[in-house]
């Protein structure tokens, strides 16, 4: 699911129903400070407005994070790109523009993650819509892409299996950087299928969506590689409740006992959907690597490997089918 427990949300924030006065973006009531802020919001100024928010944020974050994240809330809340930002700081917002950003700044502090805020996060070098149906697509799930494309030939026109698609991120890349495959894409989120094929649509790549527990939707229909980002963090795992997993779906994250619940499933009836010789790839957490090489040699895969993510941790595990 790309990445360790430590992120995910549910319930939206309410929302300021006034618009705040100019210095409301201020209002110590909006968080308890440690020390009084900058005095700024009487004239509403953007620099020292964002001076403000960057204090707040450092609360929670560094220095320099809590700087580029206050930029990134202002630019969304003022409709400008960061560079603007910089080139305006002089000037005064309207009670409007400060209600906007007030309204994001707030969310932000009471943990949504600035992906659901923005409605948007890039991977693999292309912008993907997303909500709190789906998984926020982590960069090191861009491994599960790469290792995929390394087993799909550009000119072949091979068959491709999507299991928990969530925002469509790994379908979509893939359906993409190989146009002549056919792409299939399944999940169980209805909420989330809809988001995948907003995707498909807005970055024009083919990719066929089915909802789906598993293969189940499948019957009996085979694929030449089957590349899934699974639910596997451990249904008690206590990182669920802490930063953005709290507002991410719950559907997306946890998967029985020990996290391994789905993949169980996946690696078990891959046989009977994989073309003779085919791949099945799976991102696991950091320390399922040896668990999940052990379930495809049970299942009779070969050339069972795991790969490492830039952080050095065993992230994605694979083999093919040849019986
Ligand atoms: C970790 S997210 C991965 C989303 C996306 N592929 C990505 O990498 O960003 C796992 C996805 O699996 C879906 N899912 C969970 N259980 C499922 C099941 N039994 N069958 C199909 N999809 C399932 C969830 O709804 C979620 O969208």
């Not at 110590?28 to 100024?45: C, K, S, T, W």
């Not at 600035?114 to 991977?123: D, I, K, S």
């Not at 693999?124 to 390394?150: C, K, M, N, Q």
């Not at 894409?185 to 809809?194: E, H, I």
Request: contains cysteine; glycine residues 10%; negative net charge.
């Amino acid at each position: 699911m790309g990445q360790e427990a430590g992120e995910k949300w549910t319930d939206a924030v309410v929302l300021q129903p006034t618009i705040p006065k100019s210095d409301r973006l201020l209002d110590p009531a909006l968080l308890p400070l440690p020390q009084p802020l900058p005095r700024g919001g009487r004239g509403g100024r953007l620099a020292d407005l964002l001076r403000s928010a960057t204090e707040r944020l450092s609360l929670t974050l560094p220095p320099r994070e809590a700087r580029l994240e206050a930029q990134i809330l202002f630019a969304h809340g003022l409709g400008v790109n960061r560079a603007w930002l910089i080139g305006h700081d002089r000037d005064r917002l309207t009670p409007e523009q400060i209600a906007a950003v007030a309204a994001l700044l707030k969310r932000r502090l009471a943990g949504e993650p600035v992906a659901y805020l923005l409605g948007e996060r890039e991977f693999y070098g292309r912008p993907f819509r997303v909500t709190p149906d789906v998984l926020i697509p982590r960069p090191d799930t861009e491994l599960l892409v790469e290792l995929a494309l390394e087993r799909l030939p550009p000119n072949e026109a091979l068959k491709v299996l999507d299991i928990g698609v969530g925002s469509g991120a790994v379908a979509v890349s893939l359906a993409l950087e190989r146009p002549r495959c056919r792409v299939t894409g399944v999940d169980l989120s209805a909420g989330a299928l809809r988001v995948a094929e907003a995707n498909a649509e807005a970055l024009r790549a083919g990719v066929e969506f089915l909802i789906s527990d598993g293969y189940e939707a499948l019957g009996g229909r085979r694929f030449h590689l089957i590349a899934s980002n699974p639910p596997y963090i451990a249904a008690a795992d206590p990182h669920l409740k802490q930063g953005d997993l709290r507002f991410e779906p719950p559907l997306a994250l946890a998967s029985g006992g020990d996290g391994l619940d789905l993949i169980r499933r996946l690696v078990s009836e891959a046989p009977a959907h994989l073309e003779p010789g085919g791949w099945l790839l799976l991102e696991h957490g950091w320390d399922q690597a040896a668990a999940v090489r052990a379930l495809l040699r049970e299942a009779g895969f070969s050339a069972v490997f795991s790969a490492t993510d830039l952080g050095g941790h065993e992230r994605v595990t694979g083999g093919d089918f040849s019986l």
